[in-house]
């Protein structure tokens, strides 16, 4: 069995129209849904002795994550309020609580007992990737992040370095993939929302139409498709057939609200009523609820 462990982020991600929250965030989605895939899936990570927290605790354990490296920490749980404008969902305040922490040696040593490990931009572990990279194979969802430097230092010690691509120009896609294999990255995956996604090798490219559907919500779309990606590769499955799957294991992820759902009353404190008032008075035309469709 593939193993796999997320070391970053958490969120939970608040449906202001719904009045709703939802457990997310890059690293804790690849985590989850690496764990609906077959891998045996582990995370490591922060979050407040809070109902937020409680609930991505709940979560996690639901979807037999281990969590043996979980920190609990006194502070609130990070949270991001969301909105929609027409199709398009509207991310309005956030707020990274206890979530950013610093990998310890013996984190870093736990990585050893994994075939891979996923990280995001958005964890602030940059620092640690090429240490993690020593122990396991690395997973990188480098998002919308395109600087030249970035990309090489940090696409050096890839397996899977991933793309938010959607709308890009085709030169500037290949631009940056060329510069991602280059440096060290041994596959690269670009996702395109509704033009479907390509995935890269060293000599060869595999590319796949996004499965449309009636979309729900996108939130969490690409997070399925990296870690749908990423078991399917460590598997040693067929590149086009590892899209096929991914496409439709994030198709189907649009089909319900939040990355992974979970829903539960937004609570993230004793501000809960304040932060909420505050958002919908900056930020009211962007709080109707849309059907959206796509992934990025």
């Known amino acids: ?16 129209a719904r009045n709703e929250m939802y457990p997310g965030g890059n690293c804790l989605n690849v985590a989850v849904h690496a764990s609906r895939f077959g891998a045996l899936s582990a995370y490591i990570g922060a979050i407040g002795r809070d109902k937020a927290g ?7 354990l639901s979807e037999r994550v281990e969590l043996s490296r979980l920190r609990h920490i006194e502070g609130p749980t990070a949270y991001c309020l969301i909105g929609h404008r027409k199709a398009d969902r509207v991310f309005l305040e956030f707020d990274l609580g206890v ?12 990585l050893a007992n994994f075939d891979a490990v996923h990280i995001g931009q958005s964890s602030g572990l940059d620092a640690w990737v ?50 991602l294999l280059a440096a060290g990255s041994r ?42 990606t990423l078991v399917g590769l460590l598997n040693g499955q067929a590149p086009q057939d590892v899209l ?16 992974i759902g979970y829903p539960a009353p937004i609570d993230i404190g004793p501000l809960t009523s304040t932060i909420m008032r505050r958002a919908q008075k900056a930020h009211g035309e962007n709080l109707a609820h849309t059907p959206v469709a796509g992934s990025d």
Request: aromatic share 8%.
């Open 1 to 16: 069995m593939v193993k796999i462990v997320a070391m970053g982020d958490n969120v939970v991600d608040c449906y202001l």
């Open 54 to 60: 409680e609930l991505i605790l709940a979560a996690l």
């Open 99 to 110: 979530s950013m922490f610093t990998p310890s040696k013996q984190d870093l040593g736990y």
């Open 130 to 179: 090429a240490a993690a990279s020593r122990n396991s194979l690395i997973s990188y969802d480098f998002s919308t992040r395109r600087e030249p430097e970035y990309l090489s230092e940090i696409g050096r010690h890839c397996f899977l370095s991933s793309i938010s691509g959607a709308g890009l120009p085709e030169m500037e896609l290949n631009t940056l993939t060329t510069r």
């Open 187 to 228: 596959w690269v995956l670009v996702t395109r929302g509704r033009a479907g996604a390509v995935l890269y090798g060293a000599s060869c490219a595999y590319a796949h139409p996004a499965r449309l559907v009636e979309a729900v919500d996108t939130l969490g779309a690409g997070d399925t498709f990296i870690a749908r």
């Open 244 to 259: 096929g799957h991914a496409a439709d294991a994030a198709a189907d992820t649009c089909r319900y609200h939040g990355a």
